[in-house]
């Protein structure tokens, strides 16, 4: 019997409810947002929250002197189309490509994220 129905995820950032809705326009999931912090929840239950660091620091991949420690892999059925979408609401395209099956971005924070094709 599992203890839990399922994890989530929290991200530190410097802004919440700019990551957040980020990530929202790209899930199409409810945004809570309170006072250095944020919230995204789907229908089905899942939620990924943000969370307010001061003095946060982006990650520098896929160098490891600021380790990822966590990055996230959305399932998109075309990644062209999803990549229009993703940079106009604000990532940017990483310059290193290590596969060809999924395409790695950084959201506005500088977390590195991948949209996959598998």
Not at 68 to 94: N, S, T
Request: with cysteine; glycine share 8%.
């Amino acid at each position: 019997m599992a203890i839990a129905t399922y994890p989530g995820i929290v991200i530190d950032c410097p802004d919440p409810e700019q990551l957040a809705r980020f990530y929202a326009g790209i899930l199409d999931w409810k945004l809570e947002v309170s006072q250095g912090w944020a919230d995204l929840k789907s229908d089905y239950g899942q939620c990924i929250s943000f969370q307010q660091v001061e003095g946060f620091t982006a990650p520098d991949w896929p160098g490891q002197g600021t380790p990822q420690q966590m990055h996230l892999d959305l399932m998109v059925e075309d990644l062209d189309v999803a990549e229009a979408a993703i940079l106009e609401l604000g990532a940017r395209k990483h310059e290193h490509q290590p596969g060809e099956t999924f395409r790695v971005y950084l959201d506005p924070a500088g977390h590195p994220f991948c949209l996959c094709n598998c």
